[in-house]
């Protein structure tokens, strides 16, 4: 990758990130029973992007010890976070919930469907003749 590529993928990066801070705040002021989560994420997504972006002034083999430590903060945040060591998001069990209960319902349908093809094949295939 060239050295513009380089500096285009962080411009691109910290420009979606700063686009989802946005979006983060922006919930976080109209779901005031989520504020404590998205605080954090403000924060841990905030402190990624803010890595992120001081990597354009740094060398390329330098710039690539800013993304680990980008990378690694975001994993670490977000390891406290779901570990419930910062805040325990409670509200997210439901949503988790359905989302499994959703693909268990498809996957059973999925099998249902499959064994209805099977049991059809089986009964009309004596029917037919062949």
């Known amino acids: 990758m ?3 590529g380089r500096a285009g993928f962080v411009s691109a990066f910290a420009a979606l990130r700063g686009l989802q801070l946005l979006l983060y705040a922006r919930a976080r002021h109209h779901l ?9 994420y403000l924060i841990c997504f905030g402190a990624g992007g803010a890595l ?5 002034a740094v060398a390329p083999p330098g710039r690539y010890a800013f993304w680990a ?3 690694i903060t975001l994993a670490g ?3 406290l ?10 509200y997210l069990v439901p949503t988790l919930t359905v989302v499994l209960a959703l693909g268990l319902a498809t996957e059973a349908r999925q099998r249902a469907s ?3 093809d099977a049991a059809s094949a089986a009964l009309y295939t004596p029917l037919s003749g062949t």
């Open 32 to 40: 005031p029973a989520t504020r404590p989560l998205y605080n954090v």
């Open 114 to 116: 499959a064994l209805d």
């Open 77 to 79: 945040f977000m390891g």
């Open 52 to 56: 992120w972006l001081s990597s354009l």
């Open 69 to 71: 430590a980008a990378l």
């Open 81 to 90: 976070v779901f570990m419930g060591a910062i805040i325990r998001p409670v």
């Open 2 to 4: 060239r050295r513009r």
